[in-house]
């Protein structure tokens, strides 16, 4: 969650950003699918913009084909990143690409929420036979 507190956090953000951020980083977006899996009665949960694919929130943000979908989602992708080496590359682009092989359900980018280190990080090595011994000797 410390990438969405330090996004929200940043004074340029406009209040609806922030608004925005802060209910998907709580999953607090309804989408259609969502609605009818939670026993709502709608005609279709299909996306009200482009019609063609179920009205999910990684649909909304990386695959819907709406012209304005489109429009903002390559304003994103356009925007230039300038690397620790002073290399400028189109980060957002490939973050995007990444989000789409993703899938619908990686949380990291549809909720900025990424795994906690000792979630996949090896734990320690049980029954290695190493033997540690105190000694008399300053080091």
């Known amino acids: 969650m410390d990438l969405s ?4 956090a ?16 709580c ?7 969502r609605l009818v899996r939670s026993g709502y009665e709608l005609e279709t949960n299909l996306c009200e913009l482009c019609g063609l694919q179920v009205d999910t929130i990684h649909h909304r ?11 903002a989602r390559n304003r ?6 300038k690397d620790e080496n002073g290399t400028w590359w189109p980060k957002n682009k490939i973050i995007i690409s990444e989000a789409i092989a993703s899938g619908e359900l990686d949380p990291m980018y549809l909720h900025a929420v990424f795994p906690h ?9 049980l029954n290695t036979g190493a033997r540690f011994q105190a000694t008399d000797k300053a080091v």
């Open 10 to 25: 940043a004074k340029k953000r406009s209040p609806k950003e922030s608004a925005v951020v802060s209910a998907a980083c």
């Open 61 to 71: 943000l990386y695959i819907c084909t709406d012209p304005g979908a489109v429009e």
């Open 5 to 8: 507190r330090s996004f929200l």
């Open 117 to 125: 280190p000792s979630d996949v990080q090896p734990g320690p090595a």
């Open 76 to 81: 994103v992708a356009e925007k230039m990143s």
């Open 27 to 33: 999953n607090a977006l309804w989408t259609r699918d």
